[in-house]
Structures are given as structure tokens and as C-alpha cells.
């Protein structure tokens, strides 16, 4: 089973990333945590290594019980959500794990939701964890 786990170093993120742990362990899975850098090139050097800190971070906490775990910094100028829906498709994702955060029906309309493009457009099943 492959699961992707949509990361970006919060609280949630990190709630969802303990959950893929637990589904890879018990369906004996493989975990891609795949951060999304929204902008492409011109997002700064700064959040760029933030990215890779925290992608690093996750990966030790999957490799510790020994579960096959990939790390994939996107930067491909897309919207979050698009991109974790792309690469889904692209890798043949099984499941798709995100972190969902409590907005205002105006923050939504305003700024998206990232889990809410993933959950309808997915090509595959997809969990939230709040």
C-alpha cells in the first residue's frame, strides 16, 4: 500500500503523519510525505530549508519503525492541493492522509482549502485527521 501523507510541519501535519505510521505498519505500506512549495522558484532559500528540515524531521520518525518512507519537496508552481492530487496520480497513491484546520466559510472562499481540493478531486480515498 502506498500512502501519501500531505506535510508541512504543523501540528495536524504531524498528527496525519503519525496516523500513515500506524496504516503502513498494519497494511504493510510504504509512506511518501510530500511538502508543497506554492510560488515554484521564486519562493526564498529560507523556506526552502525549512521544507527540507521538516521533511527530514518526518522521514526519522517513520524510519524508526523500520517502514519504507520517501521524502518529495514539490515545487512544481502549483496549489498544494493540486500538487498532492497530481502526485498521487502520478505515483499510484493507495491512500492520501492530510491535516485539516478549522477556518471561517469567508477564509475558505478567500484562501482555498487545500484538503477540501484534495478530498474531491483525489484519485484515490483520503483521510483527515483534525
Known sequence: MNILVGYDGSK???DALKLAKQH???F?????IVTSMEGGPEVPREDFEKAEKDLNY????IRKEDIPCETHLSVRGLEPGEDLVQFAEENQIDQ???GIRRRSRVGKLVFG???QYVILEAPC???TVK
Open 12 to 14: 495536524v501535519a504531524n
Open 24 to 26: 503502513a505498519k498494519a
Open 28 to 32: 504493510d505500506g510504504k509512506v511518501h
Open 58 to 61: 518526518a522521514k526519522s520518525v
Open 96 to 98: 492520501i492522509i492530510v
Open 113 to 115: 482549502s487545500t484538503a
Open 125 to 127: 480515498p483520503v483521510l
